[in-house]
């Protein structure tokens, strides 16, 4: 699949998610998941990784709800004041939220995890272009917003190392502040390193005409699902 195609497909995904549907949500799920599978199985753990790190964030969003959506409160024990619980309303919208950031994070993963960086950046620009009559730099735009997701995956990776490595030192406080000054320090390293590497983009072919079917077909699938 030409990779502009593969990153509007992306884009088409997550428009449709930005006002879901739980079939819409599943089927994005299938197809995110199938596709690392389908390139290679390997990828399908670390991808359930990155997954598992926003844990925190799905039981904020699940309380955000939960709590303050009104609604009809949860059957409630006699003890216990109805109005210290969640709503039944709040927890079914907190639920589909949760699901779908873990689709939009499944999307994001298989573009970095299965696409060349140099090619995803490559796609951005050429999708880009029209843009430039207003004043947007797409070669700039595309090659911030690939390296900022990248950096992500690798602040975690960074976190992850540097825990391992601070496994033996005593106190929870004097861990916690050698694992923030050793991240702090290798993102700081690796950023001045960054800014000396000239990156130079091929010029990207237009895909196959036939090929913007896929996109369309996903979108279709989608307004489907939802009506």
């Known amino acids: 699949m030409h990779p502009v195609i593969r990153v509007f497909s992306a884009i088409v995904a997550i428009v449709f998610l930005a006002t879901p549907a739980w079939g819409e949500v599943l089927l994005v799920l299938v197809i995110s998941m199938g596709l690392l599978m ?3 199985k390997a990828l399908l753990l670390p991808a359930l990784k990155m997954l598992g790190r926003l844990k925190w964030l799905y039981l ?3 309380i955000v709800y939960g709590w ?82 990248d950096r992500v995956l690798q602040s975690e990776t960074t976190v992850r190392e540097l825990l391992q490595e601070k496994k033996q030192q005593a106190g929870l406080l004097n861990k916690a502040s050698a694992v923030i000054a050793g991240a702090l320090l290798r993102v700081e390293n690796s950023a001045s390193q960054e800014q000396m590497v000239e990156i130079t983009l091929d010029e990207t072919s237009s895909p196959s005409p036939w090929q913007w079917l896929i996109p369309l077909v996903l979108g279709t699938a989608l307004y489907l699902l939802r009506y």
């Not at 059957?75 to 619980?85: H, I, R």
């Not at 639920?95 to 796609?123: C, F, N, P």
């Open 38 to 40: 389908s390139k290679d």
């Open 60 to 62: 904020s969003i699940f």
């Open 68 to 149: 303050f959506t009104p609604g009809q409160s949860v059957p409630a024990l006699p003890m216990l004041n109805a109005s210290y619980l969640p709503t039944i309303e709040g927890l079914q919208a907190g639920a589909l939220r949760v699901s779908v950031l873990i689709a939009i994070v499944s999307v994001v993963a298989g573009l970095l995890q299965t696409m060349e960086k140099d090619k995803l950046v490559a796609a951005i620009v050429w999708l880009t272009l029209p843009l430039r009559k207003v004043g947007l730099d797409s070669q700039r735009f595309a090659l911030l917003l690939v390296l900022t997701l």
